[in-house]
Each structure stands twice: as C-alpha cells, then as structure tokens.
C-alpha cells in the first residue's frame, strides 16, 4: 500500500492543507520544533486506523473547525482508493471510494487492506525516540524479552503480561513461602482444623450422655403407660363387683334370643302385616291412568317429527340471528367510516400546512422517526438564553475595552507633554546648585549653616540616585512585560543620569568658594527656584500617571482573563448547539432563538400525527367489521355476493327467513311442552307405584317367604323375639358403661366369673402398683441430673462457629487455587507460543537485523544474537568479542533496535506491505551512522513507501528519489532532493 497524497480539513494547527507523497516512494517531512510534524504523523495514523471521539476532540483546531481528512492511497489488489474521515458524519468513521465508484466500510479496509490494529502498526511500522527512551530504561536482563515480544507481536505487552503473570502467581504461592495468600490460608485451614477435632472429641461426650438420657426417658415412658394400664385395670375390677349380678342375667337373656335366631324369629318387617294390608288398597287406581297417558304421548311425538324436518340447524338460526341483530350497528359503522374519512382528510391538510409553516424540510413521513423528551424545551430555551447572556457580557467586554483603550492613549499623550516641558537631568542639577549656592554663605557666622546645606545637597543626591536606580528598573519591568521597546533606553538614561547627578553635586562642593550675593545674583537665585519649583510639580504628576498606568494594565490583564472565559463559554455553547443539530438534523435550518417556539410546533405537529395514525387505526377496524359482516350475511342468505348496493334486500331475505323459523319453533314446543307434561305425568305415575311394590317385595325378601300365608305365620313368632330383643337391650345398655366391647363379646359364649376370683385379681394389681411408684421417682431423678449436664454443654457454640468459619476459608481456598492455576496455564501456553516463535521465525529476523546493524555501524558490529536461556540480545563485533545490548553506547543501542524494527517490517511485508512511517528517531546517531541510516532508509523505499518526520535538514540524502516537504506557518512543498 502507498499514501499518493493527503488533504487535511482540520487536525491540531493543521486546517485546509495538502501533501503530495506520489511522487517518490521516501519522502522526507523537515520542520522546527512546534511546527507540527507530530500532529501529520497522528493525522496519518488518524485516518488510517481512527481515534476514539474523546483523543478527536484534542485534536480539534483552535478556530473550532471540524476534524478530518481525505488520504488517497494505492494498493496492488484494489488499485486506486480515496479515504475520508469525517468526526462529525458517520460517527467518525472511515469511508472507503473505489476506483470503480463503489463505497466500502472501515471493517472493509482493516480486514482486506490494512490487516493490522493501530497498536500493532505503530510497534512494526511506526516508531519514534520516545520509543526508544522506553527501552533504554529497561534493565538489562528484561531486554531481550522486550524485543522478543516486539517480534512476536508488534508490541511489548507480552513482556508486560509475563511479568503480571510471575507477580500473580509469587503473590498467590510459594513452595516454602509464608506470606503468599494460599500459603497463609493453608496455615489459616491448620490450625481451625485442630481446633475442630478437639471439640468433636467434646462432641462424642455430648452424644453419650444425650443417648443416655433418651434411653432413661423411653424407660420412665414405658412404666407411666404400664402404670396407667394397672390403675385402669384396678377401676375395671372394681366396677365387675358391682355389675356381677347383671352380667348373669344378660348371659341368660342372650340365650334365649340366641335360640329364638335360630328359628328366624328375628326376621320380620316392624307391623309387617298391617303394612302388606294398605300397599294392595293404593296400587288399583294409579295401573288404570298409566294406560290412558301412553296413549295420548305417542300421538303427539308423531307431529314433532314432521316438524323437525322443516327446520333449519340451531348454529344456522343463531347466525340469522345474531345478523338481524347487528343491523343498526352496521349501519352506524357505515356512518362512522364516512366520518372518520373526512376527519383523516382535515387532519392530513391540517399537518401539512403546520410543516409549511414550520419550513425545517420535515416530511410528514419523518415525524414516525421524531422523538422529542419533555424536557428538550427547557433545554433549548437554556441554550438560547445562554446564547444571549453571552452576547450581552461580550458586548459589555469590548466597551470597557475601548474605555480602557481611551484612557491609556490619554495617558501616553499626558506622559509626552511631561516629556516635554520637564527639564533636563544636568539643567536641573545646575539649577538645584545655584539654589544650594545661595540659600547659605560659606563664610562668617554662616559657615555652620552652609556646612549643613551642603551635607544636604549630598543627601539630596543620593536620594536622587536611589530613586533614578527604581524609575529605570519600574522602566524595564514595563517594557519587559508590556513588549514596548522605547521604555528600556529610557531607563538606562535615567540611571546614567542620576549617577552624574551625583558626581556633579560633590565637584561642584569641593570647588565652591566663599561669595557674596550681588543683584544679579539674587535674581539668578529667584528664577532658579521657580523652575525647581515647576519642575518637581511635573515630576509629581508623572509619577501620578505612572501609578494609573500600572491599574490600567491590571484592568487590562482582567479583561483578557475574561475574554478568554467568554470564548470558552462560545465555544461550548457551540458544542451544545452542535450535539442538538445532530440530535434533530432540522434545527440546522432554525436559529437558535427560534428553537424554543419551533418545540411547540412540533409538539403540536406530532400530537395531529398521532390523532391521523389512530383515525387511520379505526378505519382499518370498522372496514374489518363491515367486511365480516358481509361475509356472514352472504354465508346465511345464500346469495353469490353482498355488497353495500344490496345488503338491504338481503337483510329483508334474512328477516323473513327468520320468522317463518320462529313459528315452527314456537309450534314444535308448544307440542315438546305436551309430551313433557304428558311424560312427567306418567313418570310420576310410574314413580308412585314402584314404592308400593317394592315395599311388598322387601316385606317378602326380609321374611325370607313367597306366599302370603308363610309371612303371616311368620309375624307371630317375630312378636315373642321382640319382648325377649328388649330385655337383653336395656341389660346390653347398662353393662356397656363398666364393661368393654371384648367382655360382652365373652358373655355371649362364656359365664360371668365368680365374685371370689375378681376380689383376689384386684389386691394383686394395687400391690404391683405401690411398687412401680418408687420406681419411676428414681428414674425422674436421674434424668434431671443428666438434663442439667447436658445444658452446661449446649451453651458452648465454638463447634459451629469453628465449622462454619472451616469450610469459608475452605471455599475460600478453592477460589485462589483455581486462580492460581488459571494464570499457570496462561503462562504455560505464553511460554510455548514464544518457543515456537523463535523456532519458526526469529532466525530470519535475526539475519536481516544482522545485515542492517552491520551496515549501520559501518561493519563495527558483524553479527546479532537472538536472546537465549533468559539472555537478552546479544552482539559481536568485527574482533569477534560480545556485548549486551546494556553494555552499548545509547546511539548503537538505537540503532540496534531500529535495525530489528526494520528487520521486523521487512519480514512482515510479505502479508503487510505498509509504509513505514518514523518521528525523529535518529537523535542520538551521529552524522557517518545518519548517513548511512538514510542510505537504508533509500533502499528500504524500493520496496516500501518511508514517510520520515526529522527536525535535522542535515539528514537529507544525496539520492535524487527523496521528495522533501518543509513545514513553516503553511505547510508548502519544496522539491525533489537533489
């Protein structure tokens, strides 16, 4: 692949520039510090792999331009392509133009063209001296794992992952380690586990005495029921001595009836011939009107049958039905469907004339895709006051500007007068002597007052030369910071004046002599003073001046602090606007001060849609309605079609039908209803004599006879077993209280037993009872014993609370081991792929690195030695001695790692054919070794494009095939190097 040429739209300084790459395949970027080679080089890097948004908005240009370009390239397989990257269109992504005028994605071009990540590229293709830097502080023995990662991957973050994987694995285990986490959670799992067998061997206790205490309480259990059983066999005894005489008498009755059984006397109906008697008298007239109803139901069942041919099926009727039934509201949907027609039409002009009015270029079509938050109109009603507030105060600023601008030229035109009417340094020495000459004479009774007078021209002097010495150091702060050149001369001559100033002040002392004052020099003396005088009131007005200049510039450095603020806030209030505008692509056509009322409008505009779509929504309902109906109406009728021409004689068809189904339904039941109350007449006939015959047979079938005469004698009988039945009831009644079920059972077979016996049966139970009494207070007592044991023992929890916190640490034990090994395997499977690497391919490398060293140092250097057994790289030189790359000058190390980066690129281009572009990579080469770098670099572009950004004009080559690019404030081309 070749870069033909590059048109940048904005990218850091860069805006509106081109660069032409075709016409050589090296082509050299010269500029200074700052003149923006790096920021082409991330442009370049930009277009052809992308940036996320927030590294875009960096390289944002200052004017607030957009960021982007366009790259023409060319490829063996594709031939001519156009890139553009655009941050504002396609969410920053890269559009691809072929030749042949199709358009290709991104994914496109980095799977079919480039092949390589952006951080793989750089590692490969694209390096810089920061680069370098990086490697130079690594030790020694990390070296050649860093280059060897290079080589495995384009990048050293194979080196880096290794050594997280080393610290990984040390932090979680060592074989003799203590600090490691495992190996402390082992010691952690130790010592809880020695703690847990010591209060399982209290545990075992615990249990013993528990299963003696359950077995105490299960024997206790079984002497209370023995017990109870006692006392309730004791009560039954006694209650048998009271009851004796009965349980006789119920043994004899029982006997009787027992044989009276056996006869059959028991099986005989209660009044069972008085009850035979009154069955015969009901039966005779209910047999004679059974008859007559048979005869008048089989008539009438004649006629329902030829009825029922004439009918039609129920579901045909309910559909007839259920249609006469719907005609009103058939007709009330035609109504609606012609008003609902004519609301959609309204509506429809309604929303059209409402986007007319609005002029944003939305289609009715586009409001479906608009979606608008309830609080966007508070929002864009911020941005607009905003907006406004922003004007006002920038207006504001550029006013007190000007104010501030009026008063420092008013200030300057002041200090110029001054300029002129002050007098000149030596005038006003001159004058300040004669006026110190003739305040005192030196002679006679003054000579004392002349002496302090002169003292006092000396003090004045020196205040004066102090105060000359602040005035030009104020000058020349001034002028520093202010960048006015024409302050610095004056404050030189301030200062060389207040020193002669001086120096003429003491001369004239030493030579001054002893006068006296004539007329003229009285006169002299006056106007001397007065121009003093003058010329100290300038001198206090220019310092008033200077001390209003200095707030000016105060206010100044204000005003700009504020500016700078004002297009801050503009310049996010623009990002603002932008990030709506891409939101809502309308808003592009509306001024902002109009957003907030265009909100209404389309509120209103989307509330009208809605009403259209759901208008649209019931027609669609009421015409499914209607057409079902026809459907129905056509199915019933039995007509070819029905439509809305003929749906009202088809009605009127349907409505006749209907009716003449209705008399035939109304006949059929009048006649249904007679031989239902027919029927039930004789099933109540039926029903009312079954009662009476069956009765009789029960009253046969419980005697066990078949004729009259058997029953009969059978009811004599039946009466004595009655007498003898009640006696053994009532005995039955009064023993069941005292006696239970199994001991009547035993009166039926065996007799009662003597009333001497059950005494005797009694005193043993009552004696066998005192003695289980004792007994069973022994036993409670143990068992409150073993009770109160067992409770000291359940208020000790550590068993549980050490168990718990065992399978935690446990569970937490897993957790690391399990992690452990991850990274184990991880490091495992990284330490093969790099075996495998340097079996395959670091040879070819290493011999092409080999080639390049050599001829960058001149043959210095004649082999390089891939890194082995934890070694880093070494070299030999021509007297066959070897050096690790920490043992090189930092200019060969360069250049050794240049070479393998080179190497590297040149063994990859057989599936990478990309260029190789380099930032000032060759700072630390001296000029034999540059020399020979570009010569490299010169053949290397036979077969690669070689895009190289250097500060050094001394670099270029003297090949013809270098095309140069000088960089200054516009980047213009020069030439082809010749």
């Excluded at 402390?184 to 067998?197: G, P, T």
Aim: hydrophobic share 35%; proline share 2%.
């Amino acid at each position: 692949m070749k870069i033909n040429s590059a048109y940048i739209y904005g990218f850091g300084k860069w805006e509106h520039q081109e660069l032409d790459f075709s016409k050589h395949s090296f082509s050299m970027i010269i500029g200074e510090n700052e003149s923006g080679k790096s920021t082409i080089r991330q442009f370049l890097l930009f277009m052809l792999f992308g940036f996320p948004p927030r590294k875009r908005e960096f390289y944002r240009p200052n004017t607030g331009g957009n960021v982007g370009g366009r790259l023409a390239i060319s490829t063996e397989d594709e031939g001519e392509i156009v890139l553009e990257r655009d941050h504002n269109r396609f969410n920053g992504e890269l559009q691809c133009y072929l030749s042949n005028g199709e358009r290709k994605s991104e994914e496109w071009f980095r799977t079919n063209v480039v092949g390589l990540s952006l951080d793989t590229y750089q590692s490969i293709f694209s390096f810089d001296a920061q680069e370098l830097y990086q490697l130079h502080t690594m030790k020694a023995e990390e070296l050649g794992e860093v280059l060897l990662g290079v080589g495995m991957t384009g990048s050293d973050q194979i080196y880096a992952i290794e050594k997280r994987l080393d610290q990984y694995l040390n932090e979680l285990f060592k074989p003799q380690g203590r600090n490691p986490a495992i190996n402390q959670q082992v010691e952690r799992l130790e010592a809880i586990s020695q703690e847990i067998a010591r209060l399982e061997h209290e545990q075992e206790l615990y249990v013993q005495t528990r299963d003696e205490q359950r077995q105490l309480q299960q024997t206790l259990q079984e002497l209370i029921d023995k017990q109870e059983e006692l006392q309730e066999k004791e009560a039954r005894l006694t209650k048998k001595l009271e009851i004796h005489p009965q349980m006789v008498d119920y043994y004899v009755t029982l006997s009787e009836l027992t044989r009276l059984e056996k006869a059959e006397a028991n099986r005989f109906p209660t009044q069972g011939v008085e009850r035979y008697q009154q069955l015969k008298d009901k039966l005779l007239p209910i047999l004679s009107e059974i008859r007559v109803l048979k005869s008048t139901i089989e008539s009438y069942e004649t006629d329902i049958t030829e009825i029922e041919k004439q009918l039609v099926s129920h579901e045909q009727l309910r559909k007839m039905e259920h249609l006469l039934q719907r005609a009103n509201t058939i007709q009330q949907v035609k109504l609606n469907m012609d008003f609902k027609h004519n609301e959609s039409d309204h509506l429809k002009e309604e929303l059209r004339q409402l986007l007319q009015r609005i002029n944003a270029g939305i289609e009715v079509s586009d409001l479906d895709e608009i979606s608008i938050p309830f609080h966007i109109e508070d929002y864009w009603n911020q941005l607009h006051q905003e907006k406004e507030k922003l004007i006002h105060s920038q207006n504001q600023l550029s006013e007190e500007s000007s104010a501030l601008e009026r008063q420092r030229k008013n200030i300057e035109v002041q200090q110029d007068r001054l300029k002129r009417e002050l007098l000149p340094e030596q005038k006003v020495q001159e004058l300040e002597a004669i006026r110190d000459r003739y305040d005192f004479s030196p002679g006679g009774q003054n000579n004392s007052s002349w002496s302090k007078a002169q003292n006092k021209r000396i003090r004045r002097s020196t205040q004066q030369l102090i105060l000359g010495g602040i005035l030009a150091f104020l000058f020349g702060i001034a002028g520093y910071f202010l960048h006015v050149e024409l302050l610095f001369p004056i404050g030189v001559s301030i200062a060389i004046l207040s020193i002669g100033q001086v120096i003429f002040v003491r001369n004239f002392i030493k030579n001054d002599k002893s006068e006296s004052l004539t007329t003229g020099e009285v006169e002299l003396y006056t106007k001397a003073k007065r121009q003093l005088e003058s010329h100290y009131a300038l001198i206090e007005e220019w310092r008033q001046l200077e001390a209003h200049f200095v707030q000016i510039r105060t206010t100044s450095l204000k005003l700009q602090e504020k500016e700078q603020f004002y297009e801050q806030a503009a310049q996010q209030l623009q990002q603002k606007v932008h990030q709506q505008i891409e939101a809502y692509p309308f808003l592009e056509r509306i001024e902002l001060s109009y957003w907030p009322r265009l909100y209404s409008y389309l509120e209103a505009a989307l509330e009208k849609r809605k009403q259209w779509q759901q208008i649209q929504k019931e027609l669609v309902e009421l015409y499914n309605t209607y057409q079902t109906f026809e459907a129905e109406l056509t199915d019933v009728v039995k007509v070819e079609t029905v439509s809305l021409k003929n749906v009202d004689n088809a009605m009127e068809e349907l409505s006749q039908q209907y009716r003449a189904q209705k008399q035939l339904m109304e006949q059929m039941e009048y006649l249904k209803h007679q031989v239902e109350e027919k029927t039930t007449r004789l099933s109540e006939f039926e029903e009312r004599i079954i009662p009476y015959e069956d009765e009789i047979q029960q009253l046969f079938e419980v005697t066990g006879v078949h004729e009259e005469d058997e029953y009969l004698k059978r009811g004599a009988l039946h009466e004595k077993w009655e007498k003898a039945d009640q006696h053994f009831r009532q005995l039955y009644h009064a023993l069941s209280v005292s006696l239970a079920n199994h001991e009547l059972e035993e009166l039926r077979s065996v007799p009662p037993i003597e009333q001497e016996k059950i005494e005797l049966e009694r005193e043993q139970v009552r004696k066998t009872l005192e003695e289980q009494f004792i007994t069973i207070k022994d036993i409670r007592q143990s068992i409150a014993d073993l009770h109160s044991k067992l409770t000291m023992m359940e208020k000790s929890e550590h068993y549980s609370k050490y168990l718990h916190e065992f399978y935690a640490e446990k569970v937490t034990l897993q957790e690391q081991i399990k992690r452990w090994t991850t990274y184990k395997i991880a490091q495992t499977a990284l330490q093969k792929a790099k075996q495998n690497y340097l079996d395959n391919h670091m040879p070819t490398i290493m011999e092409v690195t080999t080639a390049l060293f050599k001829q960058l140092t001149d043959g210095k250097y004649k082999r390089v030695f891939a890194p082995m057994d934890g070694n880093s790289i070494q070299v030999e030189n021509d007297r066959g001695q070897r050096f690790q790359v920490n043992q090189l000058s930092q200019g060969t190390s360069d250049q050794l790692y240049i070479a393998l980066r080179l190497a590297l690129g040149t063994v990859m281009s057989e599936q990478y054919g990309l260029p190789f572009i380099m930032d000032d990579a060759f700072v630390h080469f001296d000029e034999k070794r540059s020399g020979r770098m570009m010569d490299i670099l010169v053949h290397l572009s036979e077969r690669h494009q070689v895009l190289l950004f250097s500060c050094r004009a001394e670099l270029l080559p003297s090949s013809e095939d270098v095309h140069v690019i000088s960089l200054s404030g516009n980047l213009t081309e020069n030439r082809s190097h010749s």
